[in-house]
């Protein structure tokens, strides 16, 4: 009896150790699994840190370029009105003058485009970045006729749209690209496109933001498309003087649950509600009637918070 009842105090003994183990080890794994995630979210941080301190000064730099344009500018109008104190002559030929002055527009349009992207590095966190496409290899997209990958550049000829060749959908997002157009044309952004392709066989299921250029004539519409079998339908549209033409231009499209907001070159251009789509994926589309290619610098899609 003393036996057994040693055996009895043993094999709870035993048992109570296992438990206790289990419970040691989860707890072991649980301490692991919070100390990694508070690294990874203290990494974050500091990685976004360290990106905001690059943006503040590249920043800088951008203002103290400006401001050396300004005064160049600033010389030269001086050198226009007033005479050489050593002779009646300007000190610069008008020819000089004036290319002189088409360097200084061109490189301020460069700055400006640059201030540009530095703005919505700085108002959307690097970290939240879902998909991103600069376009340095020719991979990601159906490069049918039309459409081309060349000197870290997409290529959309008059006629043709640009579509990755992957099946990722998005929902609530915020959609950005640098884009190059020329005088005169039209192109469109197609967001919430269907995959895999709408009712009936018919493809072209999206929301479409169309950019609309004609020399000093710009139109914005927004447009719901239900197939290739049935006419679009505008949602709204706008007309206002943003697009740089024969420059590049920036684009940003905020789509959170019914609403959706246009921005161009960060200047708002349209604001409007639909319900047809709650996801998809994207297109570009440049109108047959455009004159010229364009030009897609970058694409980035950021998830919203």
């Known amino acids: 009896m003393k036996n057994e ?4 105090g043993c094999s709870k003994f035993l048992s109570s150790a296992v438990v206790m183990g289990i419970i040691a080890i989860f707890g072991l794994i649980w301490a692991i699994y919070t100390f990694y995630e508070n690294n990874q979210d203290t990494q974050r941080e500091l990685d ?3 990106t905001q301190i690059a943006l503040a000064a590249e920043q800088n730099q951008l203002q103290s370029q400006q401001l050396t344009l300004a005064a160049q500018q600033s010389s030269i109008e001086r050198q ?5 104190s050593d002779n009646d002559d300007f ?14 527009a061109t490189h301020v349009a460069e700055l400006e485009s640059t201030a540009i992207a530095l703005a919505t590095k700085q108002s959307i966190p690097r970290t939240d970045v879902i998909y991103e496409d600069t376009f340095d290899n020719p991979s990601g997209w159906y490069l049918k006729e039309g459409v081309s990958i060349e000197s870290g550049n997409l290529l959309i000829y008059p006629g043709h749209d640009a579509v990755p060749d992957f099946s990722n959908t998005y929902n609530d997002f915020i959609f950005e690209s640098r884009f190059y157009i020329s005088e005169f044309g039209s192109i469109a952004f197609y967001v919430r496109n269907q995959v895999p392709t709408c009712q009936n066989g018919a493809w072209n299921c999206s929301i479409q933001i169309v950019l609309d250029f004609q020399n000093s004539s710009q139109t914005f519409v927004a447009r719901r498309s239900l197939g290739n079998t049935t006419s679009p339908i505008d949602i709204t549209r706008n007309s206002v003087q943003t697009l740089r033409l024969n420059d590049w231009n920036e ?3 905020t789509v959170k649950g019914n609403d959706y907001e246009v921005q161009i070159n960060r200047f708002p251009v349209l604001k409007f509600s639909d319900n047809e789509y709650t996801s998809g994926s994207f297109i570009i589309d440049n109108d047959p009637n455009s004159i010229s290619e364009i030009k897609v610098d970058y694409i980035r899609i950021y998830k919203i918070q």
């Open 5 to 8: 009842s040693s055996s009895s």
């Open 251 to 253: 684009i940003l499209v």
């Open 91 to 104: 000190p610069l030929t008008a020819t000089a003058i004036e290319s002189t002055r088409q360097a200084i």
């Open 48 to 50: 976004n840190q360290a």
């Open 80 to 84: 226009i009105l007033t005479p050489s």
